[in-house]
């Protein structure tokens, strides 16, 4: 019996080893973590709580109704509003839109973004050479942008 | 006072029992604080983008409005455009460049012969993402939805995912020092919307693609066209569908 006093010992080294292990895990290892793989889940709505900057095309016809079949009608049918209009989440927002009113375009940077003459553009690419074509004039001074064709 | 064998046994085990009770007791508490998008399902989706080189007119669209979207730093790309020049035969090599990643267009370039075409980059959110099997810390990880994400309070910014990475498509946040990268837009499309760079796209040459979902269009476009990834020889499970791809891409 007097043999096995430094065994008890030695088991109780143990366990309060394991007990020691247990606590530090516990204080390491973040919350959710393994719960889809290994990696800490709350990662997942850190990256999805970020605000969007574009609202996409369905809010703005909302309110801009006719624009958007004014749009569709055309050959502009699908280009988005903000692809033209830049990140407009702030003034789609229903309740005041009049907040961050958007600074309309300027169709001589605008449209040769897209039109511009470049022999890696596919083929069937309606594209000009602006400056001949133009002749420095705006472009809306002829096109309408929501409804190019002329 | 002396502690005799028989409590020092009895206590040893109270507390060997009691401290992991008392353990998933606070996971318990703390688990609770992690929840979810509610209406956003994880299970019923697996992204994927489609990228038809036919229709990109490379107007740097996506550029500037991933840049905006997510706050990419200037110099920085997590999407850009690439034009190759791809001169007749024999030549070999083809002439690849990006200017500003594709942001502000691209000037002409003239070469008899040759063709040329755009190819817009970003992350593949590969399937077995290299990327993820070499992070250190588990800071970088592939989510249950078909995304490469990075848990930016784990990542130590030691740099081995930029290199592992067999498309380019990782940075180091300048301001913060850790890894950041395309995140398919996940703030966007757990709320239905579409990916900035698709939203902005004039002419459809990318869209954002559901897997798991039976009547999204990726299904036909895998069907009925020759559809081909980046860096096939890699196995890295790349998800960007590229149609019309030509050999030279790399």
Same mark, same amino acid.
């Given at each position: 019996?007097?043999?096995?006093?430094?065994?008890?010992?030695?088991?109780?080294?143990? #366990?309060?080893?394991?007990?020691?292990?247990?606590?530090?895990?516990?204080?390491?290892?973040? #919350?959710?973590?393994?719960?889809?793989?290994?990696?800490?889940?709350?990662?997942?709505?850190?990256?999805?709580?970020?605000?969007?900057?574009?609202?996409?095309?369905?809010?703005?016809?909302?309110?801009?109704?006719?624009?958007?079949?004014?749009?569709?009608?055309?050959?502009?049918?699908?280009?988005?509003?903000?692809?033209?209009?830049?990140?407009?989440?702030?003034?789609?927002?229903?309740?005041?839109?009049?907040?961050?009113?958007?600074?309309?375009?300027?169709?001589?940077?605008?449209?040769?973004?897209?039109?511009?003459?470049?022999?890696?553009?596919?083929?069937?690419?309606?594209?000009?050479?602006? #400056?001949?074509?133009?002749?420095?004039?705006?472009?809306?001074?002829?096109?309408?942008?929501?409804?190019?064709?002329? | 006072?002396?502690?005799?064998?028989?409590?020092?046994?009895?206590?040893? /085990?109270?507390?060997?029992?009691?401290?992991?009770?008392?353990?998933?007791?606070?996971?318990?508490?703390?688990?609770?604080?992690?929840?979810?998008?509610?209406? &956003?399902?994880?299970?019923?989706?697996?992204?994927?983008?489609?990228?038809? %080189?036919?229709?990109?007119?490379?107007?740097?669209?996506? +550029?500037?409005?991933?840049?905006?979207?997510?706050?990419?730093?200037?110099? &920085?790309?997590?999407?850009?455009?690439?034009?190759?020049? +791809?001169?007749?035969?024999?030549?070999?090599?083809?002439?690849?460049?990006?200017?500003?990643?594709?942001?502000?267009?691209?000037?002409?370039?003239?070469?008899?012969?040759?063709?040329?075409?755009?190819?817009?980059? $970003?992350?593949?959110?590969?399937?077995?993402?290299?990327?993820?099997?070499?992070?250190?810390?588990?800071?970088?990880?592939?989510?249950?939805?078909?995304?490469?994400?990075?848990?930016?309070?784990?990542?130590?910014?030691?740099?081995?995912? +930029?290199?592992?990475?067999? &498309?380019?498509?990782?940075?180091?946040?300048?301001?913060?020092?850790?890894?950041?990268?395309?995140?398919?837009? &996940?703030?966007? %499309?757990?709320?239905?919307?579409?990916?900035?760079?698709?939203?902005?796209?004039?002419? /459809?040459?990318?869209? $954002?693609?559901?897997?798991?979902?039976?009547?999204?269009?990726?299904?036909?476009?895998?069907?009925?066209? /020759?559809?081909?990834?980046?860096?096939?020889?890699?196995?890295?499970?790349?998800?960007?569908?590229?149609?019309?791809?030509?050999?030279? +891409?790399?």
């Amino acid at each position: 019996m007097k043999d096995a006093a430094h065994l008890i010992r030695l088991a109780a080294v143990f #366990a309060a080893g394991f007990i020691a292990f247990l606590l530090i895990r516990q204080a390491l290892v973040p #919350a959710g973590f393994g719960k889809y793989g290994h990696f800490r889940a709350g990662a997942l709505d850190d990256i999805r709580a970020r605000k969007v900057s574009f609202a996409g095309r369905e809010q703005c016809a909302i309110c801009h109704d006719d624009r958007v079949k004014e749009l569709h009608a055309g050959k502009h049918a699908g280009v988005g509003c903000e692809a033209c209009h830049e990140a407009q989440a702030k003034h789609a927002q229903l309740d005041d839109p009049s907040t961050g009113k958007p600074v309309l375009p300027d169709t001589k940077v605008l449209c040769a973004r897209c039109h511009e003459k470049n022999n890696a553009k596919p083929r069937g690419f309606p594209q000009v050479a602006t #400056a001949e074509h133009s002749g420095g004039e705006p472009c809306k001074s002829c096109h309408n942008p929501h409804s190019p064709k002329l | 006072m002396s502690i005799t064998r028989r409590d020092l046994v009895t206590n040893a /085990s109270k507390l060997l029992v009691l401290t992991p009770a008392a353990a998933a007791f606070l996971a318990c508490l703390k688990g609770e604080t992690a929840e979810m998008e509610p209406k &956003y399902k994880m299970a019923d989706h697996y992204w994927a983008m489609t990228i038809d %080189i036919g229709k990109c007119i490379g107007c740097g669209n996506c +550029v500037r409005a991933c840049a905006t979207e997510n706050s990419v730093p200037d110099g &920085y790309f997590r999407t850009w455009v690439e034009r190759y020049v +791809v001169p007749a035969w024999p030549d070999e090599h083809p002439d690849v460049d990006s200017p500003d990643g594709g942001k502000h267009g691209f000037p002409p370039k003239e070469k008899a012969g040759a063709k040329s075409f755009f190819v817009p980059k $970003l992350c593949n959110h590969c399937a077995h993402s290299p990327c993820v099997q070499v992070c250190p810390v588990g800071a970088t990880f592939e989510s249950p939805d078909g995304l490469v994400l990075v848990d930016k309070t784990y990542c130590l910014g030691c740099r081995y995912c +930029v290199q592992a990475c067999p &498309y380019g498509c990782r940075y180091i946040d300048p301001d913060k020092q850790v890894v950041d990268k395309c995140t398919l837009c &996940y703030h966007r %499309i757990s709320k239905g919307l579409t990916t900035a760079c698709c939203e902005t796209c004039p002419t /459809s040459a990318r869209t $954002l693609a559901d897997l798991k979902n039976p009547n999204d269009p990726i299904h036909e476009f895998l069907r009925t066209n /020759s559809v081909q990834v980046l860096k096939p020889h890699m196995a890295t499970g790349a998800k960007l569908y590229y149609k019309g791809l030509d050999e030279s +891409v790399r």
